[in-house]
């Protein structure tokens, strides 16, 4: 284990436990296998990020290393019938997939999604992928991939500790109409490796809702990897809600890799978790792609949000566009921290990028970094990133109306977001989101008050 | 004796970090009157209809303003619309993902509310919209969208007097309606105007033009200039203004 000496005692801990734990959790899939074993020599090459490193300044990852001492790596997927009912969105009735502590859920899923032409592999269940040769092909190329390359520890950790996560397929050419709903809950004191492998054929369409819900009434870190790959022409759209509890960490990591003219729009929404940390990264591999990536978090009392998200342009003429905005309020912190990076010859790239941020408090905090790296002369890039409060203006239209002054605030900081929820696949979905974030804004609305008294 | 509605007496008032704008200014008007106030650009016409409607960045230094008996120093913006005191703004806010209608219905239910009354059915409020609707010729998809959003400028005006017409206000202070309107627009807008004024009521028209004022005839007209009401006359002063220009101020008050 390499330069591990110069690491504090809880990280080089942190790391052995992972490495006796991994032992354990070795697929019988002889391919999935193999990349486990690289990832945990990952773990140990890439050792606990630190704040020295740009992607890591601004989140303090200490909390983690701090419960993971009292969590388990969870092995339970138990779970009541009547949650689930709590947390469906009722388009999605018949299409839902559910995992508990990182663990695929046959019993609880819906039966009918395979009768649908899409297919559900289980990890875990090396019989069932015998018998899809072609699934087996699409595990063999695009699970963990380049691992021995793979520069984020936690998703390197992931790899290493998943024991089932699932594959989720579309052939080419075929259309899913409905929503897929998929419930990622996390109801016991872990560290969960939440892991899925979403793969669209050529030209084929999907549209996913995930949300990730903690029930744990103690501190969990839920460590979720989603790898997906869009072939030639295949559009999807990948919703995900972050509905975990307050003494949730969520560390979720996308990366998508989008092959010709292929379309990608994901909406991000960060709602509850205590801290949470969503590293994006999306490769632009053959031309014509598009990529659209529209995020909103709400913070208050002590919670944090980082966003550290990296769109590569790596071939000519695809498209890009990043737009999250937050809402930040007591001493709660957030970072965005985007970059577009365009390589060299990657001509007629069209690429933005905006940050924008309402704080409403004078202790809350946002690092904004967004980011333009440019290696390539015709392309079309823009970036931005703003910081404000409420309009003044705004608040008295609405008071002269008659309106309530919390009812007003809360209009105009509903009115702020509802450009990113009205990309919300589903209506039940976007009401469910309002919902949370007014539930947000009660103390928010309380420190907007006093904050706009003392002025 | 007829009932005063609004009262303001040597109202002073400035800018939150210090610059005076109103000095001295009075004003009273009955139910039944209407008022025009004229006045060249920065004099403070719009200053007065925010102190008047309670925006927290003006400070009322001394003088009094009294709404129906009460004092509107007392009362939050909020309180005064419920009372019955309107405003239309010179320029009206957009407010993204707020839906027209379901503003209107928020305004309309917090007054009830406020009165201790019960709030509307919503089919009976959607009777009622579109009652409204139809005395300023507007279409129905205007309630479909966002608060303002992309409106128009008379689009724009238009929404301020449907919000008028459906609160139903005591007083109304409407700061330049009509500027930016082209003369349909500028037609509709008098229509809702005249539909609004009873005898119970009272209308505070803030103008630079005499056009409007061919619609909505006023009782009284008063030159507003730096921050006092300098000069008031009847309907036949604005005629005379807009001939001569402010520069027979000079010649009046000298
Ligand atoms: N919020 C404000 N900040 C700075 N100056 C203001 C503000 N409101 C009004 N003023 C100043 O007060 C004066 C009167 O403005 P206003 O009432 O808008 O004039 P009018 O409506 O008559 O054209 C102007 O000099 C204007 O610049
Ligand atoms: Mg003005």
Redesign the interface.
């Known amino acids: 284990m390499p330069n591990l000496a110069e690491r504090n005692k809880n990280e080089i801990e942190f790391i052995e436990q992972i490495f006796r734990a991994s032992s354990s959790m070795l697929s019988e899939i002889p391919n999935i296998r193999s990349r486990q074993e690289t990832a945990i020599k990952r773990v140990t090459e890439l050792g606990f990020p630190q704040k020295s490193s740009e992607d890591w300044k601004y989140y303090d990852s200490q909390p983690i290393l701090e419960n993971f001492f009292t969590l388990d790596i969870c092995e339970i997927n138990k779970l009541d019938k009547e949650i689930i009912r709590k947390h469906r969105f009722p388009e999605c009735s018949e299409n839902l997939l559910v995992t508990v502590n990182g663990h695929f859920s046959k019993e609880l899923s819906s039966t009918s999604l395979t009768n649908k032409n899409i297919s559900i592999i289980d990890f875990n269940d090396p019989d069932q992928l015998k018998k899809h040769p072609t699934e087996e092909e699409i595990i063999n190329q695009h699970f963990a991939h380049k691992i021995n390359q793979e520069d984020s520890f936690f998703k390197a950790c992931n790899t290493a500790l998943m024991s089932n996560g699932f594959l989720l397929s579309v052939p080419d050419d075929t259309e899913i109409e409905e929503t897929i709903q998929i419930l990622h809950f996390s109801n016991e004191s872990c560290f969960n490796q939440t892991r899925s492998l979403i793969h669209l054929g050529k030209n084929a369409k999907l549209k996913i809702i995930v949300s990730y819900i903690g029930l744990a009434n103690s501190h969990f870190v839920n460590n979720a990897v989603v790898e997906l790959i869009l072939s030639e022409g295949a559009h999807f759209k990948l919703d995900k809600i972050q509905d975990d509890t307050q003494q949730g960490i969520l560390l979720y990591d996308l990366y998508a890799r989008l092959m010709k003219n292929s379309n990608f729009e994901y909406n991000s929404l960060d709602l509850k978790a205590n801290h949470s940390r969503d590293n994006i990264k999306v490769d632009l591999l053959e031309p014509g792609a598009n990529a659209g990536l529209a995020g909103f978090y709400i913070l208050n009392k002590d919670r944090k949000a980082h966003n550290v998200i990296k769109v590569n342009h790596l071939v000519p003429n695809c498209t890009s566009n990043q737009l999250y905005k937050g809402i930040i309020s007591d001493s709660a912190r957030a970072e965005f921290n985007g970059e577009i990076n365009v390589s060299e010859g990657a001509n007629g790239t069209n690429a933005t990028q905006l940050n924008k941020n309402l704080l409403l408090s004078n202790t809350a905090h946002i690092d904004s970094r967004p980011q333009l790296k440019i290696l390539a002369d015709d392309v079309k890039c823009s970036h931005g990133s703003t910081v404000g409060e409420l ?4 608040i ?10 919390d ?2 605030l809360a ?2 900081t ?6 990113i929820i ?1 990309k919300v696949t589903i209506d039940s979905a976007k009401q469910h989101i309002r919902n949370l974030t007014l539930e947000n804004l009660d103390t928010t609305i309380h420190t907007a008050n006093t904050v ?1 008294k003392l ?1 | 004796m007829t009932e005063t509605i609004l009262e303001v007496k040597n109202l002073e008032a400035n800018l ?1 970090d210090g610059d005076k704008i109103l000095k001295g200014l009075n004003l009273t008007i009955k139910a039944g009157e209407v008022h025009a106030i004229m006045g060249p650009n920065g004099s403070g016409k719009s200053t007065l209809s ?1 102190i008047l ?5 003006y400070k009322v230094s001394s003088g009094s303003m009294n709404f129906l008996g009460r004092d509107l120093n007392e009362l ?3 309180e ?3 009372l019955g005191l ?2 239309a ?1 010179q320029y ?2 957009e ?4 839906n027209n209608l379901e ?1 209107l219905r ?2 309309y239910n ?2 009830q509310k ?1 009165h201790g009354l019960e709030e509307a059915d919503p089919l009976d409020f959607d009777d009622l919209v579109e009652s409204k609707l139809e005395i300023l010729s507007m279409k129905n998809d205007f309630l479909n969208r966002n608060l303002n959003e992309g409106f128009s400028g008379g689009e724009k005006k238009k929404n301020e007097i449907l ?1 008028m017409l459906i ?1 139903e206000p005591k007083l109304v202070v409407l700061d330049e309606i009509d500027s930016g309107l082209d003369i349909d627009a500028l037609k509709a807008v008098a229509n809702g105007i005249n539909a609004y004024k009873n005898t119970g009521n009272g209308v505070l028209m803030i103008t630079h033009y005499q056009r409007l004022l061919d619609y909505v005839v006023p009782d009284q007209v008063h030159v507003l200039s730096e921050g006092r009401i300098v000069l008031s006359g009847k309907a036949d002063l604005a005629l005379e203004l807009e001939k001569k220009g402010y520069d027979i101020l000079n010649a009046k008050l000298s």
């Open positions: 309009d003044e203006d705004e008295f239209y609405l008071l002269s109306r008659g309106i309530k002054k009812d007003a209009m105009l509903l009115s702020f977001c509802e450009e009205q706009h002025k | 939150e925010k409607s309670g925006h927290p960045a939050e913006a909020n005064r619309a419920n309107f405003l703004f009206p806010l407010i993204a993902g707020v503003f928020m305004a917090s007054k406020y919000q609160l």
